[in-house]
């Protein structure tokens, strides 16, 4: 599975970006996805994720009621609309993708995803 993020940039405080992640895989609709950032110096962490049958959504605290995942599955693609963006907000986002099956719980560890798309940087200016 080849995964391409995209829709990073510059963007003032308040502002808002819709991050993109689209999948090569034609089964796409059977993998769970996860919204990854990592900002200089930290490790990288779980933002939001979707599993594949869209049943269950899983937010970071720090974004929750600010940023919202959502997937077209006809379009092999996944959404992060971020609003409200803050300075800390600035980071490397990744997308990343399992294949579960129907009773899996929503993955929130790096180690958990088998793909990942190759980051696309959100900089957020006070």
């Known amino acids: 599975v080849q995964l391409q993020a995209c829709g990073g940039g510059l963007v003032q405080a308040a502002g808002s970006l819709r991050l993109s992640c689209a999948a090569s895989e034609r089964t796409f609709s059977l993998y769970t996805v996860g919204w990854f950032r990592q900002a200089p110096g930290k490790e990288r962490e779980i933002v939001a994720a979707i599993r594949w049958n869209t049943d269950s959504l899983y937010y970071e605290d720090s974004v929750k009621g600010r940023f919202t995942i959502s997937r077209d599955n006809a379009k092999n693609t996944v959404y992060l609309q971020m609003n409200s963006l803050k300075p800390e907000d600035t980071a490397v986002y990744y997308c990343?993708?399992?294949?579960?099956?129907?009773?899996?719980?929503?993955?929130?560890?790096?180690?958990?995803?088998?793909?990942w798309g190759q980051g696309t940087l959100v900089t957020v200016s006070s």
């Open positions: 990343a993708a399992v294949r579960q099956g129907p009773w899996s719980s929503i993955p929130i560890v790096p180690g958990q995803y088998d793909y």
